[in-house]
């Protein structure tokens, strides 16, 4: 069975500076990773998507996500953060040979001080 | 960019009572997907459609669920006997299909069982 784990609820970062949104995954073979964004009473919009390839995938809003097999991990990052990045982000897993769902992580709280 | 849309934003009913939540997926896409959000927390999946049939399904879509795609351009997710726990927000997902692709969402129905 496939799953996702996010063990941030929240991450606090300063405006200006880097930011990791941590997320591991677990799946039989090579996974289709994903990270999405919720913004308040919104749906949930796409950021990146890791197929195959570079393990550097590059999004929407200057975000960034590194593919690490070894680890099982694929963590969202971006080098200097914006207020206007503070949201609800969600790392999502799809198994390679199923056209069917994706399942998503608990979700981290991103909140960026001025 | 195209967009599901899904109606009412918000529903309340009374427990017991029958709920039609409605969906119009991108026109397109060959993939329909329904998942829930209870306050704000984890997005969990409840069922992928396809070719007019049900997918796939979680343990949350008992009995109580349907879909339907009565036409060709609704989806919709029927709760025939609403219980206090099915408050949560409502969001319908709509793919092409290939394993690789996202998933485009609607801004959710939020349904509030009294």
């Known amino acids: 069975a496939q799953s996702v784990a996010q063990p941030e609820d929240q991450v606090n970062v300063a405006e200006g500076n880097p930011l990791t949104v941590k997320c591991t995954y677990s799946v039989s073979g090579n996974p289709y990773l994903f990270w999405y964004v919720q913004y308040p009473n919104r749906g949930l919009q796409f950021l990146l998507k890791y197929i195959t390839g570079d393990n550097l995938v590059k999004g929407s809003y200057g975000f960034e996500a590194e593919f690490n097999k070894s680890q099982t991990s694929f963590h969202l990052k971006k080098p200097s953060a914006l207020v206007s990045d503070s949201a609800l982000y969600f790392c999502?897993?799809?198994?390679?040979?199923?056209?069917?769902?994706?399942?998503f992580g608990s979700g981290t709280r991103l909140s960026i001080r001025p | 960019e195209p967009e599901v849309t899904q109606t009412p934003s918000h529903q309340v009913t009374q427990m017991g009572q029958e709920v039609i939540l409605r969906c119009v997926p991108i026109?397109?896409?060959?993939?329909f997907y329904w998942y829930r959000q209870i306050l704000g927390q984890k997005v969990e999946f409840l069922v992928s459609f396809y070719n007019n049939e049900i997918s796939e399904k979680s343990e949350i879509f008992d009995d109580q669920f349907s879909v339907e795609r009565p036409d060709g351009s609704n989806f919709t997710l029927k709760i025939r006997s609403t219980k206090l726990e099915d408050s949560a927000m409502y969001f319908c997902?709509?793919?092409?299909?290939?394993?690789?692709?996202?998933?485009?969402f609607g801004s959710g129905t939020q349904l509030s069982v009294l």
């Open positions: 999502a897993v799809r198994g390679r040979g199923s056209a069917s769902k994706i399942i």
């Open positions: 997902a709509s793919s092409t299909g290939r394993t690789n692709e996202k998933l485009f």
């Open positions: 026109s397109n896409h060959l993939y």
